[in-house]
């Protein structure tokens, strides 16, 4: 995006054609309103990038198909010199000629036509009709013409208004040619040259009939100045301008040149050695540099000592209008300030309808449903009021001040609406994400913060390890050639996050087909399964125009958090990870573990859909977002964390009620607190054992495991990678049968982990906390006599055969009573077998103790490590 600098925003609106309400599509499903059709194709305008181009920002949907477009604007153009009837020295005609033909084979080549330039800027091209133009269908979505009769070529005027009830055309209305746009060009170019506004003051009809009447006429240029009083204005101006004039205003469009056969023209040749050639900035996913052409100042700390520096000018467009609405921005409530938009009451907008007789009463066409091309202009002022103590060197931030301590500790949806806030955290992000991936640790800090909604996909991408040339490997894959899911892939997309007006509309639709099909494609060794489709929706959202970062973004998730969960047999899969969740449950609530499992609502009945679509299929997206701003932080079995934490959030409800309650309960879920969620998760996250929920279908160990990728603080370094992705050791945790883990309650935990939560140090002694405790509590079940031949420092001996009576409850004893005092902390079972340990593990669940887990392989695998210890003998 350009820097705002000089410009200002302007929005202008219009509205879209309504369809009928008793029609449906050939689907059976009701039709798009256009207004949405227009707003998903609009989306490619904010694309389009160029110097000679006004940017295009944001488009929003109101009330009865109205639209208002947003764009940078500029109070002062060429029409204030046609209003005053002034001439441009031909040096300046041939000046904003090159610079317009620039713009326009720019947009050319990315098969885009204006079809009427009405309006042009010293210094920018300003097409305001671009937008209705291209996103209208050729005009085909909306009740009005688009052009004006003058400036319009004359193979459009004889092509004809296109309609959205004209099926003569099929779905394609027939487009405009490039050399349309030169034709205007022309007309513009004669009304400067001459001072003259061109067919003016002449009907429309016969401004229509003397157009088409110039194709018999071979020099038109003599005569539309002999036919306005100004044929010696002509007759003075260079003869390369009358040149250009005469080649622009061609009839015969196939000797009309082209934008770009103009720039090439000798007309321009004291004209185009001024220019350099246009390159577009390179992207951050790029196989070219990006900073091949940086220029540093020699003194960078002189950037922020100007007190009257505009910075705000210097941050995108994009970026100002983003904050021009959290500062308060309201558009329609500016246009009605102008009177753009104005309310009747309902009695004035009865149809008109007519009597035998002729008499008509009621209204006539509301001229407000027509185009209105007025632009207003945003005031930032509100904006830079509230920017006003932001320091200059906040522009330069590598890592959050300490000014924004206090704000950081708001909650987050208070966060993402404060203005000043938002400024510096955007700063920021753009500062290291433009260095990224030198800069990733940074990106990874600053995420645990948050994430600003403005670069939340380019921060995902980065989050998510995405490098290289993305768009050449999209480009590669086949994306048109029909394959077996197409069918599926058309049945689901239609139900996907469908409340979203830009994934409801045509384009979204397109999108996410080709999206989908490329991972389908080239992913031969997957299949499609429902549920794909939510995981791709966040992703297409957030990058919209750029469907080759939502394919790598979609394609680096998947194999982190759903590793093998798109097999064609993905069962035992599924059934793996379903068992660890029950056993999460257990771990951390076992009081709702037990009910539930004594109702039978086991998690195959509820969390399918979960796992499987990453929780996509359950929230909106706004909720997804934040959820999803977390779950990238963690690994593989974050989650797990975010299931139970949802599970607490209905616990009393749970508790309260039995299985069809419970059916009814999730079929309709209810209003969860994603932020409560995510605050939680990230709680039972931190005092999870990583090899707790280890999983052997889980995504293999990496080449080279990336111990920067996820931790929510100091206290979860111990959490910053998968547990797979760890060296394997004699200590690791074993490979378990599907079988085996479904008997067991409670999770196993590794050696390693034992070894790590009690802080046990070379000698066998257990180091303490600060409180005076250890962090967890080993529970040996052995006999005595075994204990005391060797057991692990700190650890109490419960033998199995004494610890519970017949009842089931926990027999007393001084060893009890220590266990009783842990109660909360993590309590890890250590026997001889692991058929006693996960018995005595299952007791401690059924009579509620909280975090039990037990020793995979038990106190054989402890043996060797030289950290048990022998009490010493009593004199």
């Known amino acids: 995006m350009r820097p705002l600098r000089d410009a200002q925003l302007g929005a202008f609106t219009f509205f879209a054609s309504a369809l009928p309400h008793d029609v449906c599509g050939s689907n059976g499903l009701p039709l798009t309103p256009n207004s949405i059709k227009i707003l998903g194709r609009f989306q490619l305008l904010k694309t389009i990038t160029h110097p000679r181009l006004c940017q295009y920002v944001d488009i929003t949907r109101g009330k009865h198909e ?18 005053l009837g002034a001439t441009v020295s031909t040096d300046k005609v041939l000046q904003i000629a090159y610079e317009t033909l620039e713009g326009l084979e720019f947009m050319n080549k990315h098969g885009m036509v204006i079809k009427c330039i009405i309006a042009m800027l010293l210094t920018y091209i300003v097409f305001v009709l671009l937008s209705v133009h291209v996103c209208v269908h050729h005009g085909a979505d909306v009740d009005f013409p688009i052009g004006y009769p003058s400036y319009l070529a004359p193979e459009v005027i004889a092509q004809g208004p296109a309609h959205h009830s004209d099926t003569s055309q099929g779905d394609n209305p027939l487009p405009s040619g490039p050399k349309t746009d030169v034709w205007s060009l022309g007309v513009l170019l004669f009304e400067l040259c001459t001072g003259r506004g061109l067919l003016q003051n002449i009907e429309i009809s016969e401004k229509l009939k003397f157009i088409l009447t110039l194709g018999c006429i071979d020099d038109i240029v003599t005569v539309l100045a002999e036919e306005h009083g100004c044929l010696d204005a002509i007759r003075d101006l260079p003869k390369n301008v009358v040149t250009l004039l005469r080649k622009c205003l061609t009839f015969q469009p196939s000797r009309r040149p082209t934008p770009a056969d103009l720039l090439a023209d000798p007309v321009f040749e004291g004209v185009s050695c001024l220019y350099t050639l246009y390159q577009q900035p390179v992207g951050l996913f790029s196989s070219s540099l990006r900073c091949a052409h940086l220029e540093l100042p020699e003194d960078i700390g002189q950037l922020c000592k100007d007190d009257d520096e505009d910075y705000l000018g210097e941050r995108s467009i994009d970026e100002v209008y983003h904050l021009w609405c959290l500062a308060g921005g309201d558009l329609e409530k500016e246009l009605t300030n102008k009177e753009i938009i104005q309310s009747k009451p309902p009695v004035c907008t009865l149809p008109n309808f007519l009597l035998e007789d002729g008499e008509s009463f009621g209204q006539g066409r509301d001229r407000s449903f027509l185009l209105d091309d007025t632009t207003v202009t945003l005031s930032l002022c509100q904006l830079k009021n509230r920017l006003k103590d932001v320091s200059g060197e906040c522009h330069l931030l590598t890592e959050s001040p300490n000014e924004l301590s206090c704000t950081v500790n708001l909650p987050l949806i208070i966060r993402e609406r404060d203005t000043e806030y938002q400024l510096i955290r955007i700063i920021l992000f753009d500062r290291l994400l433009k260095a990224y991936p030198y800069k990733k640790n940074h990106v990874w800090k600053e995420a645990r913060v948050d994430i600003p909604p403005l670069v939340r996909g380019l921060a995902w991408a980065a989050l998510l390890g995405v490098e290289g040339d993305i768009q050449a490997k999209y480009d590669a894959i086949d994306k048109d050639t029909s394959i077996p899911t197409d069918r599926q892939i058309e049945v689901d997309i239609p139900r996907c996050h469908q409340y979203d007006e830009l994934l409801s509309s045509p384009q979204g639709h397109r999108k996410f087909r080709r999206v989908l099909k490329a991972w389908v494609v080239s992913h031969p060794e997957l299949v499609y399964w429902q549920g794909l489709d939510s995981l791709c929706a966040p992703f297409l959202w957030l990058n919209f125009n750029n469907e080759a970062l939502a394919y790598a973004c979609m394609s680096a998730f998947i194999p982190k958090y759903l590793y093998n969960f798109f097999l064609k047999d993905n069962s035992h899969v599924i059934q793996e990870y379903l068992t660890v969740f029950s056993q999460m449950i257990a771990f951390h609530d076992p009081e709702l573990s037990n009910h539930l499992n004594e109702i039978g ?275």
């Open 66 to 83: 109205r639209l208002v477009v947003v764009a940078e604007h500029y109070e002062s153009s060429l029409n204030d010199f046609q209003k």
């Open 601 to 875: 609502f086991i998690p195959d009945l509820y969390a399918i859909p979960w796992f499987l679509t990453m929780f996509t299929h359950v929230f909106p997206l706004h909720k997804i977002f934040h959820l999803w701003d977390t779950l990238l932080l963690g690994n593989s079995s974050f989650p797990f964390c975010i299931g139970v934490a949802i599970l607490q959030q209905l616990r009393d409800r749970l508790l309260a009620n039995g299985f069809n309650e419970c059916i009814l309960l999730f079929s309709d879920l209810p209003e969860i607190d994603i932020e409560r969620c995510v605050r939680e998760s990230i709680s039972l996250f931190c005092w999870t054992p990583k090899s707790a929920t280890y999983r052997q279908h889980a995504q293999p160990p990496k080449a080279q495991a990336d111990r920067s990728a996820s931790c929510f603080g100091k206290t979860a370094t111990h959490y910053s990678s998968d547990y797979q992705d760890m060296p394997k050791t004699d200590l690791s945790r074993e490979p378990l049968a599907l079988r085996d883990l479904k008997a067991e309650v409670s999770p196993r935990i590794s050696a390693e982990d034992l070894i790590d939560l009690c802080e046990l140090s070379a000698g066998g002694q257990t180091k303490k906390s600060k409180a005076g405790k250890p962090k967890i509590l080993a529970v040996d079940i052995r006999s005595i006599e075994d204990f005391g031949r060797g057991h692990i420092s700190g650890s109490v001996n419960i033998p199995y055969s004494t610890a519970f009576s017949a009842d089931g409850e926990l027999a007393q004893c001084p060893a009890t009573g220590t266990l009783q005092s842990f109660r909360g902390r993590v309590i890890v079972v250590i026997g001889h077998s692991m058929k006693s340990a996960a018995m005595f593990a299952t007791h401690l669940v059924k009579v509620n103790y909280p975090r039990v887990a037990t020793l995979d392989g038990g106190i054989n695998k402890m043996k060797h490590t030289g950290l048990l210890t022998v009490p010493s003998p009593q004199i």
